[in-house]
Structures are given as structure tokens and as C-alpha cells.
């Protein structure tokens, strides 16, 4: 297990040494220079002025150059500072923004693995009945509609027409005056249509993988033997069959960890909350390379950790496959 487990992490650093090279390169094929977008409102601005911009920023040497230099950066832990006009350090940025974004996501997380996994297990037990047409319905008009649009008709509705919730921010205004409970309360209300839209759409991909685990596992001969001795069938189901269907969630689980913040760019944006993905998207639409590049390694690194741990979870549980035979 010791020598799977270095071999695992070993491979770590290649993978994102060349997720790193492609996402810089990408990031700097893309129209647009952050000094273009800085003078694009100021047309007086001279030729020289954009020339001792473009050096202050690094940006008139050769990619392979500045790549470099920010790789050797990021090697001390430093994201470097960002080509916004503050000029602040990337880290100090997403510091602020990380814990509103990674609370966001955990409680969404929550919420998505305590409903999709009964869904599922529901939906294969009444397997082809009117209620696995009607849980496969629901599941799907979640992922079909795009979360924008919904975003965008939740607030109209419930925040414009009906006026029940507020429809930006996380809190309102002089609610630092408010007792706790009532600050907590009004946290809630901000909080609620973010997370509802963010949980329905992705309760689909969860719920029929649930169900397609609990089916072939319904199927195999030790359930058929189970109940032929009359073992109740709310035993069979939770005790026999569930604890083997849940075992290639733990997969998804893992896959779910660089989500906590690289999946909630678009309703951070639109309900104008400011966590990760909103500073994402400015830094994007600024042509803001430090900022990007260092969100970008945050979530590239997550995702790498969250396979290493789902592949660790697996192996725990099969050893065949930390032996390589499986």
C-alpha cells in the first residue's frame, strides 16, 4: 500500500507541471492583453505608455520566458501580484473570497449527496413504476435547463415578482446592526436560491449513477439467494446491496473536491456573490494572468488530490487494484 501510495503522489507533480504549461499558454492565445483591456476606455494613452506598461507587467518577453519566471514563482508559493490596479498579491485575493465560496459548495455538496443517493436507490427499487418515470423526469429537467436561465427565472420570481428573497449578495444592507439570529437569518435568505439552483442542477448525473449501481448490484446472485431465504427485503436493500452499490460513489466523491471552488462561477456571478468564481470571471474578463493562472492551479491541484484520494478510497477497498489487477 506505502509503495502505491508514493507512486500515486510521485505522479502528481508531472501532471501538474503540464496542466500548468497548457493553461498558460491557452490563457496567453486568448485576444486580448490585459494592457489592451487597462487603455481601452482611455484612448490617449500613448504608445510608450503601453510599451512601459506591457514591461512593468513582463509581458514583452517571450512566453517561454515569462513562464518561466512565474513557474519559478509559483515554486515559493507565490501567485505573484495581480495586473488589476490595486496590484495586490494573487494569494491575498483569493484568500478573501476562498471561504465564502468553499462554504457555498460544501453546503451545496451536502445537500446533493443527501438527495441524489435516496433518489437513486429509490428509483431502482421501483424500478420502471410511475415513480422512476416521474424521479427521471425531475432529474433530468435539473440538468437539461441551463443554470443561468434558472438562475435568471428564480430571481425574477421569487426575489422581483414575489418579492420572498433577495437576489444578490450574502447580506443586506445594515444587517452588521442585526441581532445574530437575525443576521443569520438574512444569510440564509441570500444563500438559499444559490444553493437550491446549484444542488437541482446537479442531482441528475448523481442519482442515475446511483441507480444504475444499485440495479447491478440488485442483480447479482447473493440478493437472488437472499431473498429466495426470505430475508426481509428492506434488509436486503440497506444492509446486502447498498454497501456495495455505494462503493463506486466514493469515485464521485473524490471527482466532487475541485467543485468545492471551480463549480460556482456562473451563480456567483449572477447572484453577485463574491467568492472564487466571481474573482474568477473578473480576472478573466481583465485579461488578469496572475489571478487566473493561480485559481487555475488551486483547481487543477484539487482535482489532483481528489483523484489521488478517490484512487486511495478504491484501493482500500479492492485491493486488487493497488496489486494492479484489477
Known amino acids: 500500500m506505502a509503495n502505491y501510495l508514493i507512486k500515486r503522489i510521485l505522479m502528481l507533480f508531472p501532471l501538474l507541471l503540464g496542466i500548468t504549461l497548457i493553461t498558460f499558454t491557452v490563457i496567453h492565445l486568448a485576444p486580448g492583453e490585459p494592457v489592451e483591456m487597462q ?16 514591461e512593468f507587467y513582463g509581458l514583452d518577453k517571450p512566453l517561454h520566458v515569462q513562464y518561466g519566471m512565474w513557474l519559478s514563482n509559483l515554486a515559493r508559493l507565490d501567485f505573484g501580484r495581480s495586473f488589476a490596479p490595486d496590484n495586490r498579491p494573487v494569494l491575498d485575493k483569493i484568500k478573501e473570497r ?11 455538496l451536502i445537500l446533493e449527496f443527501g438527495l441524489a443517493l435516496p433518489i437513486g436507490i429509490l428509483a431502482a427499487v421501483h424500478r420502471d413504476t410511475l415513480l422512476d418515470r416521474a424521479i427521471s423526469v425531475f432529474v433530468f429537467a435539473g440538468f437539461a435547463v441551463p443554470t443561468f436561465w434558472l438562475a435568471l427565472l428564480c430571481m425574477y420570481f421569487f426575489g422581483v ?29 441570500h444563500l438559499l436560491l444559490p444553493i437550491s439552483i446549484a444542488t437541482f442542477g446537479s442531482l441528475a448525473g448523481l442519482s442515475r449513477y446511483m441507480r444504475s449501481t444499485m440495479l447491478e448490484v440488485l ?9 429466495a431465504k426470505g430475508v426481509r427485503e428492506r434488509v ?11 462503493l463506486p460513489v466514493i469515485t464521485l466523491l473524490g ?36 489571478l487566473v493562472m493561480g485559481i487555475l492551479v488551486i483547481g487543477a491541484g484539487l482535482t489532483l488530490v481528489g483523484n489521488l484520494l478517490a484512487d486511495l478510497f478504491y484501493a482500500v477497498a479492492d485491493p486488487r487494484i493497488r496489486h494492479g489487477r484489477g
Do not use: C
Open 39 to 54: 487603455t481601452a476606455m482611455s484612448p490617449k494613452v500613448s504608445a510608450q505608455a503601453r510599451a512601459r506598461l506591457r
Open 98 to 108: 476562498i471561504p465564502i465560496t468553499i462554504s457555498l459548495n460544501v453546503i451545496a
Open 161 to 189: 415578482k414575489l418579492n420572498w428573497l433577495p437576489i444578490s449578495g450574502i447580506h443586506s444592507l445594515g444587517s452588521d446592526a442585526l441581532p445574530p439570529l437575525a443576521r443569520f437569518w438574512d444569510l440564509a435568505k
Open 219 to 227: 442483480s447479482q446472485d447473493y440478493i437472488t439467494t437472499a431473498r
Open 236 to 246: 436486503v436493500i440497506y444492509r446486502h446491496a447498498l454497501k456495495n452499490a455505494l
Open 255 to 290: 471527482f466532487s473536491l475541485p467543485a468545492l471552488i471551480g463549480g460556482s462561477v456562473i451563480f456567483e456571478t449572477i447572484f453577485s456573490i463574491p467568492g472564487m468564481g466571481q474573482l474568477f470571471y473578473q480576472g478573466v474578463m481583465a485579461r488578469d494572468y496572475p
